[in-house]
């Protein structure tokens, strides 16, 4: 099972999942509180690094089946 920083609902309302709660602070940045106590399958602490890490990974050009992530802009603070 994965988990994102948020999640829809049925409705389409966005909720957190790892993120508790964020804010927007710029058209193109945004900063994300995470939840305490995270942590991976073998018991090693989810931390801010990690998202930092999946999110520079995700934009990077080409990384989608050759194409461009479409959210290119987005960084994660």
Known sequence: MFDALVTRTPDMEIVPELAVSWERVSDTKWIFYLRDGGTWHDGTSFTAADVVFTGERTVKEGRISGR???AR?????
């Open 68 to 70: 461009t992530f479409p």
């Open 73 to 77: 802009a987005f960084w994660i603070l």
